[in-house]
């Protein structure tokens, strides 16, 4: 019988599985308030107690390994990017909810994205963002007939 | 089986009504094209040119849609081997094999491949249509809410079964996209998990939230690479290469036979359709492959096994929507708002009356199959330019795509809110080898899971096990669910095992 030990575990990964976990009792919670039948809960209980199941088998598996076991491979490190990327991509969808604009928003999105991955030729950096914005917004409206909402193009 | 009066008739009207083939390249360009455009969908093409249709007569009308059709079912295609995105649920497992084709520099043959298993599978599977289209009716009438409910079931947990080595990561995926799947308002009226929010009465939207876990997480990953393709050599697109592709596919006609029957079969049923086809049909050909196969990083039989059935897919549930008046998905849904615009109802009786239309729908859709091969091959030279562009263009220029994608298809904020929060979920599994393919079908198959469940159990009056018990197609369904899932499970505990014993 192989013996188990501890290993340093991933935090981000046991961050993960914590997340998971809330995300099930919040959820069956949530749903158990709304109604405590059985038909409201017939797929959402099962479900919820099989995937903390799975969420304490592999917490447990991310302290806990075979003894002989192969060590695993690190993470690879995160480019310093991809959260730059992601915070604008925030920022470019709240600037959507507070009413912006598709053709605003859409445009200063492309010029601080192409920055922050690298490009500094003023031609890419400048002109080509205004003629993708304003080739896709207007494409999307008068092509397609979705009235997508835009700051500059209602006047245009 | 053939009624030979309804195919005389169907010669007649095809070779008399012009206008009928006029539709047809359009259509398949437009399907194309929404299919390779990550964010945009065959739906969403189908939806957006159904207005169209009012123009034309009935058969013109689902020619066109049958077309586009058609054509997005070869253009998912595309992202899948050259970025990683399958440009809809259907091309899922296309990217398992085809995107490692394509970063080892062999795109041009994945896409050949794609192409070929693509066409075949599509004319295989009206091939099919036309020789069972009676028998298959009977067939589907015959599922009731259990057997729907443990296909679905077995559809979601195959992907968990695929990815062998986070069996345990691969379930959890799965359940999580379940629950969200069944966010909303539930059949008997309670809210649940909506937050008060009305954007989630209905559900978390589920193409932006595909659009997110697939493509904006993958977009995040791009940012470490500055091509697709790291070779400037590997880069370039030569008929040779896709045409040795097509060669490839076509020496393996068991395979292409093998997933056009499995997408035939599967896009008959009510609900699931291509987006469970090319899983079940990919998790077939890796089983058979056993050890000898190089599947997942590369192996062009994954490729011909999820396109083949993705693509005759389209056929199995043009056979539910003719034979039944059901859609299998939202690409048939559509066909049908274009069946009651035309004031025709799909079903039985349509079937008897107009046989010679529903052959002619057939052969027309045959004829597409050879276009498609012409056309989608030309096509590929302008869809995969992509592969020349640095990805530091890219990627913004494709977030910002996707994100208005999301909101032509939900009409509000609620599609670029859900990319942006399901974008940062699929980038995290993604990190930590979760596969965001079953949060995606869970999401998809929850509700319908969720009413298939219920419908059992008011069935059954309460009594599961007795109802169970009393069917016995729902049985050997539940069996091989059972068995689907032990057996990985098993062979990992064997192997792991056996590893332990050698190094000892």
Redesign the interface.
């Known amino acids: 019988m192989?013996r188990l030990r501890l290993r340093a575990p991933?935090w981000?990964?046991l961050a993960?599985i914590g997340s998971?976990a809330a995300?099930?009792v919040w959820?069956f919670l949530?749903?158990y308030g709304?109604?405590s039948?059985?038909?409201?809960l017939?797929?959402?209980g099962p479900?919820?107690l099989?995937?903390l199941g799975?969420?304490i088998?592999?917490a447990a598996?991310e302290v806990l390994t075979?003894e002989?076991?192969?060590e695993r491979e690190a993470?690879p490190s995160i480019?310093p990017?991809?959260p730059a990327?992601?915070a604008l991509?925030?920022a470019?969808?709240a600037a959507?909810?507070f009413d912006v604009g598709?053709d605003v928003a859409?445009l200063v999105?492309?010029v601080a994205?192409?920055w922050v991955?690298?490009?500094r030729r003023p031609v890419?950096l400048l002109v080509?963002p205004a003629v993708?914005?304003v080739l896709?917004?207007l494409g999307?409206q008068e092509l397609?007939?979705?009235p997508?909402p835009t700051l500059l193009f209602d006047d245009m | 089986m053939i009624d030979m009066a309804g195919v005389a008739g169907a010669f007649d009207i095809l070779t008399h009504n012009a206008g009928a083939w006029l539709v047809v390249l359009p259509g398949l360009l437009i399907g194309l094209i929404f299919g390779a455009v990550p964010g945009l969908s065959i739906s969403i093409g189908m939806a957006i040119f159904l207005p169209l249709t009012l123009y034309m007569d009935f058969l013109q009308a689902i020619l066109f849609l049958t077309a586009v059709f058609t054509g997005g079912g070869f253009g998912c295609a595309i992202p899948a081997i050259l970025m990683n995105i399958p440009g809809t649920s259907a091309a899922v497992a296309t990217t398992f094999d085809g995107y490692p084709m394509a970063r080892r520099g062999e795109h041009n043959m994945a896409l050949g491949v794609a192409l070929a298993a693509s066409t075949i599978g599509t004319g295989l599977s009206y091939l099919v249509l036309f020789l069972f289209v009676s028998p298959i009716a009977s067939v589907v009438l015959r599922l009731g809410p259990s057997e729907m409910f443990v296909v679905a079931i077995w559809g979601m947990s195959l992907i968990a079964v695929l990815r062998e080595r986070y069996f345990a990561r691969g379930l959890l995926a799965g359940v999580l996209g379940l629950l969200i799947g069944t966010i909303g308002v539930s059949a008997l009226g309670s809210f649940r998990g909506t937050m008060g929010s009305i954007y989630l009465f209905d559900g978390v939207p589920a193409i932006p939230a595909l659009i997110g876990l697939f493509a904006a997480s993958e977009l995040f990953n791009l940012i470490r690479a500055d091509y697709l393709v790291a070779d400037e050599e590997k880069r370039r697109l030569n008929l040779r290469g896709i045409l040795a592709g097509v060669r490839l596919a076509l020496r393996h006609p068991v395979e292409i036979l093998r997933g056009g029957v499995i997408g035939s079969l599967i896009g008959a049923i009510p609900g699931v359709g291509s987006s469970v086809a090319n899983l079940v049909s990919y998790a077939d050909a890796k089983r058979r492959a056993g050890a000898g196969g190089n599947f997942g990083k590369g192996d062009p039989r994954g490729v011909i096994a999820s396109e083949s059935a993705n693509s005759s897919s389209e056929g199995g549930s043009m056979a539910t929507l003719l034979a039944l008046g059901i859609p299998g998905g939202g690409g048939t849904a559509i066909m049908l708002a274009a069946f009651a615009t035309h004031n025709v109802t799909g079903g039985p009786r349509f079937l008897a009356d107009n046989t010679d239309v529903v052959y002619a729908i057939i052969f027309g859709n045959l004829v597409q199959v050879i276009l498609l091969l012409i056309v989608g091959l030309g096509f590929i030279f302008v869809a995969s330019a992509i592969v020349k562009v640095p990805l530091r263009l890219l990627v913004p220029t494709v977030m910002m795509m996707a994100l208005l994608g999301s909101y032509a298809y939900t009409g509000s904020i609620a599609g670029p809110v859900t990319v942006a929060v399901f974008s940062a979920l699929g980038w995290v599994m993604r990190r930590y080898e979760y596969p965001v393919a079953a949060t995606v079908i869970g999401i998809l198959l929850g509700g319908m899971i969720e009413g298939e469940m219920l419908r059992t159990y008011q069935l059954a009056s309460g009594q599961f096990a007795e109802y169970v018990m009393g069917r016995p197609v729902t049985l050997i369904l539940l069996l091989l669910l059972v068995a689907s899932l032990a057996l990985p499970a098993v062979r990992t505990y064997r192997q792991r095992n056996a590893l332990l014993k050698e190094k000892a």
């Open positions: 192989s991933s981000g990964h993960f998971a995300f099930l959820y949530d749903a709304a109604s039948r059985l038909e409201n017939m797929l959402i479900a919820t099989v995937g799975l969420c088998f592999l598996a075979l002989g076991a192969p993470l480019d990017r991809v990327f992601m991509l925030a470019y969808v959507l909810v598709f859409s999105f492309l994205s192409l991955l690298g490009e890419l080509f993708f914005t896709i917004v999307m397609l007939s979705v997508v």
